[in-house]
């Protein structure tokens, strides 16, 4: 009785539960980049993302006042101030401890005070008060370092965002690179988009000698690797004048889609009511009338699913924009090469490689959101009849 169809399985809380690690799985790294994109370079180097909304405690390198505010007290030349004065942190903090060596950094508590080189004296408080002291005049043009190590409340920032978007000339900021995966991506995605769905309709619903013959070869390209056509079609595109622009790459990526968009499509139609359209033909609608007006409204969930693999790999693309985007001057870097550029020019500044790379996935997500209700049924396309 338990197999009986309609029956509730046994299994199903595993199922749920395989479901939400799969989901959690995707979603932590997401959250933790999104979250990250908003921090500062201290917060992410001091704690993980899932501590952004708790106090920190970071290690701060601050300076004193320039030895030109000195004044002599006594007999004695003194430098007073706040160790945090002008720095953009809350008006509560509270060290735990600081050092006038990067050695040892926590070298003195609070109240505290260090002996300096000529006899210079300085102490320093919970709050960041410090008094430097001196028996002969300071000189140089610099304060002296103090290391701090001090809890620091949580700091969100948006300045981030404005440096990788708006920082720099026309031609490295992401904002270009955004701009130009657009251009690369919208006709990479239309175009085998077009030409798949009028081969998938000839291949599935029209009579011609070789079909069986041209399935077949179709299948077999879907495994021919990518990189094994990489250099042969540049010197293709090199010959014929379109090498080094947006058309050669919109049509290198037309040539590696329309083999999984066609088999994907073809199989969907397939699947199709046959009665619909012999009805079609007998009331004299022609070849191109039934496919317009009956097979690509009825094989949208198809299209929808290979517009969401062709947007997400043409988007995520580095390979074929590297070989078939040359421009020395950076006016066509895609937003993948982009972000290899940042890795090679800021190495540690995590916080603005954390936010040009939840830049780079905002779209995506949003495509696949946004259709992520016909995936299913695209790539269920005629496995069951």
Do not use: C
């Not at 809380?13 to 980049?33: D, E, Q």
């Not at 926590?106 to 709050?127: F, H, K, S």
């Not at 290979?306 to 421009?327: C, E, G, P, R, S």
């Not at 500044?349 to 905002?362: D, G, R």
């Amino acid at each position: 009785m338990d197999n009986i169809a309609g029956t509730k399985s046994s299994l199903t809380w595993a199922v749920h539960i395989s479901v939400a690690a799969l989901v959690a799985l995707w979603l932590f790294p997401t959250v933790g980049l999104f979250v990250s994109s908003f921090r500062t370079a201290d917060q992410i180097a001091t704690s993980g993302w899932w501590k952004a909304l708790f106090p920190t405690e970071q290690s701060l390198t601050l300076r004193t006042a320039d030895p030109d505010t000195q004044m002599s007290v006594d007999g004695v030349y003194v430098i007073e101030g706040n160790l945090f004065t002008g720095e953009d942190l809350s008006d509560e903090i509270d060290m735990s401890a600081w050092g006038t060596s990067s050695r040892d950094i926590g070298a003195y508590a609070p109240g505290d005070t260090a002996e300096l080189r000529d006899g210079e004296r300085i102490t320093v408080q919970a709050n960041g008060d410090y008094r430097l002291e001196s028996p002969v005049e300071m000189e140089g043009s610099r304060g002296q370092r103090i290391f701090v190590t001090a809890e620091l409340p949580p700091d969100f920032t948006l300045e981030n965002y404005q440096q990788v978007l708006f920082s720099g000339n026309a031609t490295d900021s992401m904002a270009k690179a955004f701009f130009n995966t657009l251009t690369v991506t919208i006709p990479a995605t239309i175009i085998p988009i077009v030409v798949a769905a009028f081969a998938a309709y000839a291949l599935a619903w029209m009579d011609f000698p070789g079909r069986a013959l041209l399935i077949a070869v179709i299948v077999g390209l879907l495994v021919v690797p990518l990189q094994l056509a990489l250099i042969p079609l540049l010197k293709l595109h090199l010959g014929i004048g379109i090498g080094k622009g947006y058309l050669g790459t919109w049509l290198a990526h037309t040539g590696f889609g329309l083999p999984l968009a066609i088999y994907l499509l073809r199989n969907y139609m397939v699947g199709l009511p046959r009665d619909i359209i012999e009805n079609a033909r007998v009331d004299g609608a022609t070849e191109f009338q039934i496919f317009t007006k009956i097979i690509l409204p009825l094989s949208f969930p198809a299209l929808a699913s290979f517009a969401i693999f062709q947007f997400l790999w043409t988007w995520n693309d580095l390979l074929v924009a590297k070989v078939f985007l040359i421009d020395a001057t950076g006016q066509t870097t895609v937003m993948t090469n982009q972000i290899v550029e940042l890795l090679g020019t800021r190495g540690g500044n995590w916080e603005i490689l954390a936010t040009a790379a939840f830049v780079s996935i905002a779209v995506p997500l949003l495509v696949f959101f946004a259709m992520q209700k016909y995936l299913v049924r695209g790539l269920l396309a005629g496995s069951v009849k």
